[in-house]
């Protein structure tokens, strides 16, 4: 409850009874008993119905209640008793309203208290900018989004606080933070991780990552798309302790990082000096394609709660991360920004603000990537997903159709509980797909860890990087509506080349994009078709979307500087066979010069032959059989 504007004993009440409840409900309030500290102060209003300060203060203890609808009351009939008495009863009445989501009220209460000569400049900056919001939050109450919150069920809740979830790539495995209360000390919390893995349709029992959590706190993880790498913030104690002996940090909140290998999280280290400084930097969330990580940072000096901004820092060929940098203007905003969260089709940025127009407290956005890299203007998830309170730690799943956040509302397990809601279609995420595999030696069938990259193909650009591990198993999110180019290699084994489509297909979430890919072991004679080398009809000009595959092969050859190898051109058996021989020889030279001019190959490790229909794969007798006999290759020569 706010200190009355008069010093104790001259109230405007006058009767000694009303004001001896009114002291003693103050003194149960300072001592944290609320039920007696009510009692007192319907005592006192009772004992004195024009008890301004009682009225004034009941309301402010309704409104911390969350009870905005009596709060109400209270504070209009302080106002009502004395209207040029305690003037911030209006910007407090104006709030109240805010929170019942009656904004027009709170428009009309906000613009009262402006009125008033001599009012704290802070709080009338405050109500310049709530109007706005009220403004802004009359249009979303008009025209509210469909929104049906469902408890996640026992599994992940509990009469603890559950908050910060997170999900693997697959949409399989949820993770997420917990509040323990300390046994060594009572009244404080040990935030710790629990994980459950889906079972058909629900969450089975979470169970805790005995070998993260420690006697600190662990808290907002993010997983990588294959649900191998954890990046999470660790906070010191007063005494800078991070909770576990190795664990050191840079400032009061650093993210660390922890690989899965064989099935156990790695000891975690820190992201970094980059990432971490003398700063606050906590609420990191790890991009699909394994290249940036975006997170919050707290501007030192300022405090952790104010002038907080996003910044995304992009992991360099050598691993490590680069040099953070502040997301633009269309994302942050004066206020302040947190609970970033970047789904997987990386193109959708989904965060809570309290500078942004909003419904009075910290809302929900929303911003789309657009075509020049940039982030697009953030927009409202609406009303009721936000409301005049404090929204924030929304995670989309990866098909886009459920979205997950904390509340402590009525019907839960006690505390914060997780809740899902359909996400409304205006404000899903681009539809995404994935696929997995397992990539394994061609003679033997062994697994074996390799580096996985996709390209998209129209463009060439690397849209993930990803690995096998030591089961051959890898796993990469897609969008939908793009062609991918597939790349595979591992020393010791022939470059690897395949692409598929998801242009005008309609994706299921549920049905992934199955790959496996068998490496041949470097060899002479072995035999590669670089299945993303394009020509127009009987032309033998390279298609542009043929760069990033010849680039491979280019990237291949360096780091094999020894190998020799034969480019060899193949047609069907349609058309004229004189002009099949020099096309098929034509497509093999335009690759070779391709090499020895923009990959800096040395011509005498290269040869090139125009077969034409002479070495068909399959039977030239359909069209889709056809279409696989035309074709490059490559043959290793020497080695």
């Not at 003194?27 to 008993?33: A, E, T």
């Not at 802070?122 to 249009?139: D, G, L, V, Y």
């Not at 940025?349 to 910290?362: C, I, M, R």
């Amino acid at each position: 409850m706010r200190s009355q504007a008069m010093p104790p004993g001259q109230y405007t009440s006058t009767n000694k009874k009303a004001i001896k409840y009114f002291e003693e409900s103050k003194s149960f309030f300072r001592n944290r008993n609320d039920v007696d500290a009510e009692k007192k102060i319907q005592a006192a209003i009772k004992e004195d119905p024009n008890f301004v300060e009682a009225y004034s203060a009941y309301a402010d203890f309704l409104m911390m209640k969350k009870k905005p609808s009596l709060a109400i009351e209270n504070y209009k009939k302080a106002i009502g008793i004395a209207p040029q008495f305690m003037t911030d009863n209006n910007f407090y009445l104006a709030k109240a309203y805010q929170s019942n989501s009656d904004f027009d009220n709170a428009k009309i209460s906000y613009q009262n208290y402006l009125k008033f000569e001599r009012i704290n400049p802070n709080m009338k900056e405050e109500a310049e900018r709530q109007i706005k919001n009220c403004e802004f939050a009359s249009t979303l109450v008009k025209n509210p989004k469909p929104f049906k919150p469902v408890n996640v069920g026992a599994g992940i809740n509990t009469a603890n606080d559950e908050y910060f979830p997170a999900i693997t790539g697959d949409g399989k495995q949820f993770m997420f933070t917990r509040a323990l209360p300390r046994e060594d000390l009572p009244g404080a919390f040990n935030e710790d991780f629990y994980i459950s893995t889906k079972l058909k349709d629900s969450w089975p029992q979470a169970t805790p990552l005995t070998n993260i959590n420690s006697s600190g706190n662990e808290g907002a993880p993010t997983l990588s798309a294959d649900g191998n790498i954890m990046l999470f913030a660790s906070c010191a104690d007063d005494y800078g302790d991070y909770g576990s002996a190795d664990r050191k940090g840079n400032g009061s909140c650093d993210i660390f990082y922890s690989q899965r290998l064989n099935g156990k999280w790695s000891k975690p280290q820190n992201a970094g000096s980059y990432i971490n400084t003398a700063n606050w930097e906590t609420q990191p969330s790890f991009s699909s394609d394994g290249k940036t990580l975006y997170f919050i940072r707290g501007v030192k000096g300022r405090g952790a709660s104010k002038n907080i901004d996003i910044y995304m820092s992009t992991i360099a060929d050598n691993g490590r991360f680069g040099s953070p940098v502040k997301l633009n203007s269309n994302v942050n905003s004066t206020g302040n920004e947190e609970s970033v969260f970047i789904h997987p089709d990386n193109m959708t940025l989904y965060f809570a603000s309290d500078g942004h127009p909003g419904l009075g407290g910290t809302d929900l956005f929303m911003s789309k990537r657009q075509p020049n890299g940039d982030w697009g203007p953030a927009v409202n998830l609406g009303y009721p997903i936000n409301t005049a309170n404090d929204e924030n730690s929304l995670l989309v799943d990866p098909a886009g159709n459920l979205a997950y956040f904390a509340s402590d509302r009525e019907g839960g397990f006690g505390g914060l509980d997780i809740y899902q809601f359909e996400l409304p279609q205006d404000i899903r995420p681009e539809k995404t797909t994935y696929a997995k595999g397992k990539i394994y030696n061609a003679k033997t069938k062994i697994p074996l860890e390799a580096n996985f990259e996709l390209f998209d193909l129209e463009t060439g650009t690397n849209i993930t990087r990803s690995f096998s591990g030591t089961n051959g198993e890898f796993f990469v999110t897609l969008t939908a509506n793009k062609n991918y180019l597939v790349n595979v290699n591992k020393e010791g084994y022939l470059f690897y080349s395949d692409n598929f489509s998801l242009k005008g297909k309609e994706t299921d979430f549920n049905k992934p994009y199955l790959l496996d890919i068998p490496l041949e072991p470097i060899d002479t004679g072995n035999v590669v078709e670089l299945k993303n080398v394009f020509f127009d009809v009987n032309k033998w000009e390279l298609k542009p979307e043929s760069k990033a595959e010849l680039d491979k092969l280019a990237s291949f050859l360096a780091k094999n500087p020894t190998l020799k190898i034969e480019l060899g051109g193949h047609t069907d058996n349609s058309g004229d066979k004189k002009f099949n021989v020099t096309l098929s020889t034509n497509r093999a030279k335009a690759v070779a010069d391709y090499l020895i001019t923009n990959g800096k190959i040395d011509a005498d490790r290269l040869t090139y032959h125009g077969y034409a229909d002479k070495k068909p794969k399959v039977a030239n007798d359909t069209p889709e059989n056809k279409a696989k006999n035309r074709r490059t290759e490559f043959k290793v020569t020497g080695k």
